[in-house]
Nanobody, 114 residues
């Protein structure tokens, strides 16, 4: 099983990034996929989640209207489009797959700074 995140980096406040997570080794289309983040000195928090077929989506309040989660079950990919980034969004972002048990990626660092 592998979850490999990409797309992180340094961006100025107000900018955008798109994170991708490539999944392999399990039946991707059967799993809820989520993005979590962990900022320095803080606990890991759920940012966004999307159901297996993509019909159900949830966001933490702090990113609503700015972030969009999506998935491509044909390509085993999940995305997080992040717009209007703020310094408070600085964190390591982790891809998660859940179906009674969890799979985690190693994370990608997003730094929002001028």
């Amino acid at each position: 099983v592998q979850l490999v995140e990409s797309g992180g980096g340094l961006v100025q406040p107000g900018g955008s990034l798109r994170l991708s997570c490539a999944a392999s080794g399990f039946t991707f289309s059967s799993y809820v996929m989520s993005w979590y983040r962990q900022a320095p000195g803080k606990e890991r928090e759920l940012v966004a989640a999307i159901s297996s077929a993509g019909a159900g989506i949830n966001y933490v309040d702090s990113v609503k209207g700015r972030f969009t989660i999506s998935r491509d079950n044909a390509k085993n990919l999940v995305y997080l489009q992040m717009n209007s980034l703020e310094p408070e969004d600085t964190a390591v972002y982790y891809c998660n797959a859940f179906r009674g048990h969890n799979y985690w990626g190693k994370g990608t660092l997003v730094t929002v700074s001028s």
